[in-house]
């Protein structure tokens, strides 16, 4: 079976993690936000692994880049959901800063792809 090159790349990898972690903590909400702030949360743990699929398949840096930055605006909005389900008491604060650290790889590593493909986009425009 082929490996396609995103699921070689270790961002895409932290973000499948963090969606299954999302998933699993997700269950544990409160009913009456089963369409509320836990399906934002999926959907947003889900997006950050769907738009770094995308971007490999893209040929311009510039396209790239733009894929890359939905991913980061996803961990950023995901990031936000958190901080909020911990203050509602939705998560334990063991889960968060579990949520938050694998935020920040995953930011990181996005950054430091952005960076690269928009050099790389700038240098030939």
């Not at 993690?17 to 009456?32: A, G, Q, R, Y």
Request: some cysteine; glycine content about 4%.
């Amino acid at each position: 079976m082929k490996t396609f090159s995103f699921e070689k790349l270790k961002v895409w990898q932290k973000a499948r993690e963090l969606s299954k972690v999302i998933h699993k903590t997700t269950k544990h909400f409160p009913e009456d936000e089963c369409f509320g702030l836990s399906n934002q949360m999926r959907r947003c743990s889900i997006s950050m692994s769907f738009n770094i699929a995308e971007r490999t398949g893209r040929h311009s840096n510039k396209d790239k880049a733009r894929f890359t930055e939905i991913a980061y605006g996803s961990a950023l909005e995901l990031l936000n959901q958190s901080i909020l389900s911990n203050n509602l008491g939705f998560l334990s604060d063991d889960l968060y800063k579990e949520i938050r650290h694998y935020l920040t790889e995953i930011t990181a590593m996005l950054d430091a792809h952005y960076k690269l493909q928009s050099k790389q986009y700038k240098s030939i425009s």
